[in-house]
């Protein structure tokens, strides 16, 4: 019974991943997999960023230009969508399984790095299970 519970669940979590990357805006490229090494939040209540998520993968999904580096990604949107690609990201992680990124790099129509134009880390509009 637990155990059916739990795999409801992750259903449930991946059902959201592949709504999210389906509501992830036209602009957006979609990265090949990669595989999430680390996820992280920012949890100094006084620094800039605060509260922000970090996803490191194994390997860069694309060159941002963001002049912070490409190492760690911060989930963007609002907070039902980074709470969304953070649960897509922690299942992937788990599972083993790979994601593929989505980013806009125009720094012009969507905010492309966290501290705006080209400054700061590289901010991802979606996530989903490869």
Do not use: Y
Not at 6 to 13: A, D, G, N
Not at 85 to 99: E, F, N, R
Not at 106 to 116: A, E, K, L, Y
């Amino acid at each position: 019974m637990q155990a059916s519970k739990k795999f409801r669940s992750s259903l449930v979590v991946l059902a959201c991943g592949l709504t999210l990357a389906a509501s992830a805006q036209a602009a957006v490229a979609w990265s090949t997999s990669r595989n999430v090494t680390s996820i992280s939040v920012n949890s100094d209540p006084t620094g800039v960023g605060a509260g922000q998520v970090f996803v490191v993968f194994n390997s860069t999904p694309f060159t941002s230009g963001c002049n912070g580096t490409d190492a760690a990604w911060v989930l963007g949107g609002d907070s039902d969508t980074v709470k969304a690609m953070t649960q897509v990201a922690l299942a992937a992680k788990l599972a083993g399984k790979p994601v593929k990124a989505a980013f806009n790099n125009s720094h012009t129509s969507f905010q492309s790095c966290d501290g705006g134009g080209t400054i700061g880390h590289p901010v991802l509009r979606g996530l989903e299970i490869d």
